[in-house]
């Protein structure tokens, strides 16, 4: 499923780009070289961010509350 129709990116291009360490909306598009265009999918990328099964991959120190 497309997470961005903009960036043509998909939820499981999102999904790395935050197993790989970003932390917040702006940084999964820098990863994945896209930028935030009509802004409709920031609510959905957060909601990655913000995911269990997602967030137990993170441990960087950066990342946590």
Same mark, same amino acid.
Not at 13 to 28: F, N, T
Not at 49 to 62: D, E, G, M, Y
């Given at each position: 499923?497309?997470?961005?129709? *903009?960036?043509? +990116?998909?939820?499981?291009?999102?999904?790395?780009?935050?197993?790989?360490?970003? *932390?917040?909306?702006?940084?999964?598009?820098?990863? +994945?070289?896209?930028?935030?265009?009509?802004?409709?999918?920031?609510?959905?990328?957060?909601?990655? +961010?913000?995911?269990? +099964?997602?967030?137990?991959?993170?441990?960087?120190?950066?990342?946590?509350?």
């Amino acid at each position: 499923m497309y997470a961005c129709i *903009c960036n043509g +990116l998909k939820d499981t291009d999102v999904c790395e780009a935050i197993a790989e360490g970003a *932390c917040s909306v702006e940084q999964a598009y820098a990863m +994945l070289d896209c930028r935030l265009m009509c802004g409709k999918c920031a609510c959905d990328v957060e909601a990655r +961010l913000l995911t269990p +099964l997602v967030a137990s991959h993170i441990r960087q120190p950066a990342c946590q509350a």
